[in-house]
Protein backbone atom coordinates (compact mmCIF):
# COMPACT_ATOMS: atom_id res chain seq x y z
CA UNK A 1 0.00 0.00 0.00
CA UNK A 2 1.29 3.57 -0.22
CA UNK A 3 -0.13 6.41 1.79
CA UNK A 4 -0.59 9.61 0.95
CA UNK A 5 -0.30 13.10 3.18
CA UNK A 6 -1.32 16.49 1.75
CA UNK A 7 -0.91 20.05 2.92
CA UNK A 8 -0.75 23.69 1.92
CA UNK A 9 -4.11 24.11 1.47
CA UNK A 10 -5.55 27.40 2.54
CA UNK A 11 -7.22 30.87 1.53
CA UNK A 12 -5.74 33.56 -1.28
CA UNK A 13 -7.19 35.92 -3.60
CA UNK A 14 -7.09 35.96 -6.37
CA UNK A 15 -3.85 36.32 -8.14
CA UNK A 16 -2.22 35.11 -5.14
CA UNK A 17 0.00 31.79 -4.49
CA UNK A 18 0.10 28.83 -2.94
CA UNK A 19 1.93 25.48 -2.88
CA UNK A 20 0.73 22.12 -2.38
CA UNK A 21 2.75 18.99 -1.06
CA UNK A 22 2.15 15.49 -1.10
CA UNK A 23 4.35 13.12 1.08
CA UNK A 24 4.48 9.40 0.46
CA UNK A 25 5.30 6.53 2.56
CA UNK A 26 4.56 2.75 1.98
CA UNK A 27 5.40 0.89 -1.18
CA UNK A 28 6.50 3.74 -2.61
CA UNK A 29 8.66 1.60 -4.70
CA UNK A 30 5.79 0.81 -6.59
CA UNK A 31 5.17 4.20 -7.83
CA UNK A 32 5.44 4.79 -11.44
CA UNK A 33 3.95 8.86 -11.05
CA UNK A 34 2.08 10.77 -8.82
CA UNK A 35 0.06 13.60 -9.41
CA UNK A 36 -2.90 16.25 -8.41
CA UNK A 37 -6.60 15.84 -9.30
CA UNK A 38 -9.32 18.59 -7.80
CA UNK A 39 -12.78 18.65 -6.90
CA UNK A 40 -15.16 21.45 -6.90
CA UNK A 41 -18.66 21.23 -5.37
CA UNK A 42 -21.21 19.31 -7.22
CA UNK A 43 -18.53 18.71 -9.97
CA UNK A 44 -16.62 15.32 -11.31
CA UNK A 45 -12.66 15.41 -10.12
CA UNK A 46 -10.52 16.57 -12.70
CA UNK A 47 -7.12 16.23 -13.75
CA UNK A 48 -4.62 18.82 -12.73
CA UNK A 49 -1.04 17.59 -12.88
CA UNK A 50 1.32 14.41 -13.01
CA UNK A 51 4.63 13.77 -12.95
CA UNK A 52 6.29 10.94 -13.40
CA UNK A 53 8.37 9.39 -9.56
CA UNK A 54 11.74 9.62 -11.41
CA UNK A 55 10.73 13.42 -12.18
CA UNK A 56 11.46 13.28 -16.12
CA UNK A 57 7.98 13.65 -17.47
CA UNK A 58 5.52 16.10 -16.33
CA UNK A 59 1.91 16.85 -17.87
CA UNK A 60 -0.52 19.72 -17.13
CA UNK A 61 -4.01 20.28 -17.83
CA UNK A 62 -4.91 23.16 -20.22
CA UNK A 63 -6.71 25.28 -17.95
CA UNK A 64 -3.52 25.48 -15.31
CA UNK A 65 -0.88 25.46 -17.86
CA UNK A 66 1.33 28.54 -17.12
CA UNK A 67 0.40 29.06 -14.04
CA UNK A 68 0.82 25.53 -11.89
CA UNK A 69 4.27 23.69 -11.34
CA UNK A 70 4.01 19.95 -10.53
CA UNK A 71 7.76 18.58 -8.87
CA UNK A 72 9.62 16.64 -7.21
CA UNK A 73 13.06 15.91 -6.11
CA UNK A 74 14.44 12.87 -6.19
CA UNK A 75 16.42 12.55 -3.69
CA UNK A 76 13.25 13.61 -1.50
CA UNK A 77 10.03 13.41 -0.60
CA UNK A 78 7.15 15.38 -1.78
CA UNK A 79 5.78 16.14 -4.63
CA UNK A 80 5.01 19.63 -4.51
CA UNK A 81 2.20 21.56 -6.33
CA UNK A 82 3.39 25.23 -6.80
CA UNK A 83 -0.13 27.73 -8.04
CA UNK A 84 0.59 31.28 -9.33
CA UNK A 85 -1.76 33.35 -10.29
CA UNK A 86 -4.84 31.68 -9.05
CA UNK A 87 -8.43 32.31 -10.21
CA UNK A 88 -11.75 31.78 -8.58
CA UNK A 89 -12.15 28.67 -10.82
CA UNK A 90 -9.43 26.82 -9.19
CA UNK A 91 -11.16 26.92 -6.02
CA UNK A 92 -11.41 22.94 -5.05
CA UNK A 93 -10.48 20.33 -2.79
CA UNK A 94 -7.22 19.30 -4.03
CA UNK A 95 -6.14 15.41 -4.40
CA UNK A 96 -2.95 13.76 -4.14
CA UNK A 97 -2.93 10.90 -6.57
CA UNK A 98 0.10 8.03 -6.29
CA UNK A 99 -0.24 5.75 -9.70
CA UNK A 100 1.57 2.09 -9.29
CA UNK A 101 3.66 0.39 -12.33
CA UNK A 102 0.60 -2.37 -11.08
CA UNK A 103 -2.04 0.57 -12.25
CA UNK A 104 -3.42 0.64 -9.05
CA UNK A 105 -4.52 4.26 -7.58
CA UNK A 106 -4.07 5.38 -4.25
CA UNK A 107 -5.59 9.12 -3.06
CA UNK A 108 -4.78 11.45 -0.12
CA UNK A 109 -7.65 12.89 1.72
CA UNK A 110 -7.09 15.71 0.35
CA UNK A 111 -6.46 19.60 0.64
CA UNK A 112 -8.90 22.43 0.57
CA UNK A 113 -7.99 25.36 -1.64
CA UNK A 114 -10.24 28.62 -1.76
CA UNK A 115 -9.46 31.32 -3.93
CA UNK A 116 -11.39 34.58 -3.43
CA UNK A 117 -12.22 37.18 -5.80
Known amino acids: QVQLVESGGGLVQAGGSLRLSCAAS????????MGWFRQAPGKERDFVAT????????NYADSVKGRFTISRDSAKNPVWLQMNSLKPEDTALYYC??????????WGQGTQVTVSS
Open 97 to 106: NAYTWSGADH
Open 26 to 33: GRTFSIYA
Open 51 to 58: ITWSGGST
